[in-house]
Structures are given as C-alpha cells and as structure tokens.
C-alpha cells in the first residue's frame, strides 16, 4: 500500500502494535502521535490515507482530536474502549468512517483489514440512484469516504443512460420510489443487460413489506436494505457484496487462465 497511516492513542504500548501490524502487513508509513498536540503537528506536515484516533487523550479528553482531524479533511476511523451506546451513536453520526472498540487483537486484525479494504475500493465505481438531493448527497459523501468512485443520479432513466457511457461500474445502489422510473424497473432493465454476477444491484426503500423485498429479489436485485438504516450497516452491506464481486471476477479469472494452458 502506497499511502501513510497515522495512528493517535496516549497507550503508547498498544499504539505501537498498532503501527507495527500496519507496516508489517500492508508494507506502508506509519507515524505515530501520543496527544492531540503532536496529532496536528503531524497533519500540518503530511497528509493521511487514514488516520485511526483514540477519542480520550491527555490534552482532548472528550474526543476533540475526532472533530479536529476531520476539520483538516482527513478520513478518520475512531478508537474507543467506550462501549456506551449513545456515544457511540454520536460519534458515526459524524463522518467517520467507522467505530471500532479497541480491545484486543481481533480488533486490531479488523482494522488492518479495513484498511485493505479501503484501499481496495479505490477500484470500484459506484452507481448511486436516488430522487432526493439531500439523501443522494449524504450517501454520496458516506461512499467516498469510503474511497469509492461514485456516479449519482436522480432517476433510472438517467441511470441506464450512465451504465451506456461507462462500462466499468461495480455496483447500482437505486432507491425504490422515484419519478419517470422507479428502482423497481430500472432492476429490470438492468437484469436484460447484466447478469447478477457481473453488475450487482443494491435496493434501498423505506417500504417494510415483505412482499416488496421478494418482489425485488425475484426481479434480480442482489440486496436490499430497508430505511432507515445505519452508517454501519450500509457500510458493511456495500462492503460485503463488492468483497462477493471481486470473488467472482478472481474465479473467472482463473478458469480463463486455466483454460489458456
């Protein structure tokens, strides 16, 4: 990974197993800051490809170093032993990216992970249909936080038009109501075109009947999520079903390559 990691926890001993796992797994830079002083000292010389904060430092006790680096325009993934759920609840409503509790080497595992996965995403172009500005902005924003390439729009009629101009998007996320076609249809012109496999469609709708899921799930829709919905599952779901897309194409890489030799 060609990017630089900045890790802030006052625990230096668990701060600096932090660092090493990160370097040694995904091979990058990682400074390491023990106080929100030295954090911004550290962002005045470099920029991050994410910065992992510990939300209860000497000198920002209450988890001022969050809103600080965020400020700065860097993507933030929060530490914390605290488990309360409102606070956490406050802290994802920020622009996080995501809240992981620190409490053994599991979790740091997990972090490493997300990391790779972050950087993974950078790949992927993300069609996004929604009729409402606001909601199409905001889960625009959460995407590219995410560091996908994201392409919005406010309908399917302007969505099929997209996939005819680009041929190398990973994934539709479409809303269900919307005007001139609604998702419903768009999943089905969609499915005339690709296969499930190839270009995998993600449903969102505040409709909570369940006849309204199968419907979509038999017109070939991969997923559906029903609003509202939580940063945190929207975040693992798109994971998830790009994780499952990347799968596929490596497998059909393979039988390609096989059939070659």
Not at 236 to 260: A, G, K, P, W
Request: with cysteine; proline share 2%.
């Amino acid at each position: 990974m060609d990017n630089r990691i900045l890790v802030v926890d006052d625990n230096k001993t668990l701060a600096n197993l932090i660092a090493k796992t990160i370097r040694d797994t995904l091979q990058c830079e990682v400074d390491i800051a023990y106080s929100l002083q030295e954090t911004k000292l550290f962002l005045h010389k470099y920029s991050y490809f994410s910065t992992l904060l510990d939300i209860n430092l000497p000198d920002a006790p209450n988890g001022e170093v969050v809103d600080y680096v965020l400020s700065k325009g860097e993507k933030v993934i929060v530490l914390s032993g605290n488990i309360d759920h409102d606070f956490r609840e406050k802290m994802l409503q920020k622009n996080i990216i995501d809240y992981v509790n620190k409490g053994g080497i599991e979790d740091i595992k997990y972090i490493v992970q997300s990391l790779q996965r972050l950087e993974k995403n950078k790949a992927h172009k993300i069609l996004l249909v929604d009729d409402s500005m606001v909601v199409r902005k905001q889960m625009q924003n959460l995407l590219q936080n995410l560091y996908f390439q994201v392409i919005a729009v406010a309908h399917g009629e302007e969505a099929l038009g997209m996939l005819k101009t680009y041929d190398d998007i990973s994934l539709v996320i479409t809303d269900y109501n919307m005007p001139v076609m609604d998702g419903l249809e768009l999943t089905q012109e969609i499915r005339k075109i690709y296969d499930k496999k190839k270009l995998p469609i993600m449903v969102l709708s505040s409709d909570n009947d369940s006849a309204t899921l199968a419907m979509f799930l038999k017109k070939g829709a991969n997923d559906y999520i029903k609003k509202p919905f939580s940063k945190e599952e929207f975040s693992c779901r798109i994971n998830n079903t790009i994780e499952s897309l990347e799968y596929i194409n490596m497998l059909t890489d393979y039988d390609v390559n096989f059939d070659d030799l």
